[in-house]
Nanobody
């Protein structure tokens, strides 16, 4: 089972980016999917998560600006980021809980860099 993240880049403050993370391999189902980020010199933090049933959770710092969604048919999770701020600059990682054979497999994506200029 592998994750492939994409969509990072350089954007000006106030701009938008959309991150994608697709899971591939032996997948029977996917439980929670989430995005995390790690800024230079800081610990990795949870940005947003979405459960299999669609329930979502957001860090206070991104509420109202970011939207997490998932396409179960494509085994893909998205993060729509609007009104970006310089403090959103970080490497963004996706994380998924995958039901596979012989059991659950938890995977991190490779990370995609988001840089927001002021």
């Amino acid at each position: 089972v592998q994750l492939q993240a994409s969509g990072g880049g350089l954007v000006q403050a106030g701009g938008s980016l959309r991150l994608s993370c697709a899971a591939s391999g032996s997948i029977l189902g996917i439980k929670a999917m989430s995005w995390h980020r790690q800024a230079p010199g800081k610990q990795r933090e949870l940005v947003a998560s979405v459960l299999a049933g669609g329930g979502t959770n957001y860090a206070d710092s991104v509420k109202g600006r970011f939207t997490i969604s998932r396409d179960n048919a494509k085994n893909t999770v998205y993060l729509q980021m609007n009104s970006l701020k310089p403090e959103d600059t970080a490497v963004y990682y996706c994380y998924t809980e995958i039901v596979s054979l012989p059991g659950q497999v938890n995977r991190w994506g490779q990370g995609t860099l988001v840089t927001v200029s002021s």
